[in-house]
C-alpha cells in the first residue's frame, strides 16, 4: 500500500475522536445529527449541499463521507458533480471579488 498522508481508513476513525476530550465530541455529534435530520431542507438535500461544501473546504473525508451519502439518497452523477461545479464557481468568485479590494488599493497608491 502506498503511504499518503489522507488514509480513508481513517474515516472510519471519526467517531473516535471523542477519545481525547468526550464531552466536547459528544456535543458536535449531538448537533451534527440534529443538522442532518430532516427539517426545513431534506436530509437528501443536505447531502448534496454537503458535497458541494466538502469540495469548497477540500477535505477528502467529507468528500469520500459524502460522495457515498449523496449517492446512496439517489442523486444522480450529473446532479453530484453540478454542486461540485456550483462550489466551485462560489469559491473562485470569492477570490474573484477580493480583486475589487487590491484594485482600489492600487489606485490608491498610484494617485
Same mark, same amino acid.
Given at each position: 500500500m502506498e503511504n499518503n498522508y489522507y488514509n480513508s481508513e481513517d *474515516? #472510519? #476513525? &471519526?467517531?473516535? =475522536?471523542g477519545e481525547f476530550q468526550k @464531552? *466536547? $465530541?459528544?456535543k458536535f455529534f449531538s448537533?451534527? !445529527? @440534529?443538522? &442532518? #435530520?430532516? %427539517? $426545513?431542507? %431534506?436530509a437528501r438535500e443536505k447531502s448534496l449541499i454537503a458535497l458541494a461544501v466538502a469540495h469548497t473546504v477540500q477535505c477528502p473525508y467529507c468528500i469520500d463521507a459524502y460522495s457515498s451519502d449523496a449517492y446512496e439518497k !439517489?442523486? %444522480?452523477e450529473a446532479q453530484m458533480m453540478e454542486a461540485?461545479? =456550483?462550489?466551485?464557481?462560489?469559491? !473562485?468568485g470569492s477570490s474573484l471579488v477580493h480583486s475589487v479590494q487590491m484594485m482600489n488599493k492600487v489606485k490608491e497608491i498610484a494617485m
Open positions: *474515516l #472510519k #476513525k &471519526f467517531p473516535n =475522536v @464531552e *466536547l $465530541a459528544d448537533y451534527y !445529527g @440534529e443538522v &442532518f #435530520k430532516d %427539517s $426545513a431542507l %431534506s !439517489g442523486w %444522480s461540485v461545479h =456550483v462550489a466551485t464557481a462560489i469559491r !473562485g
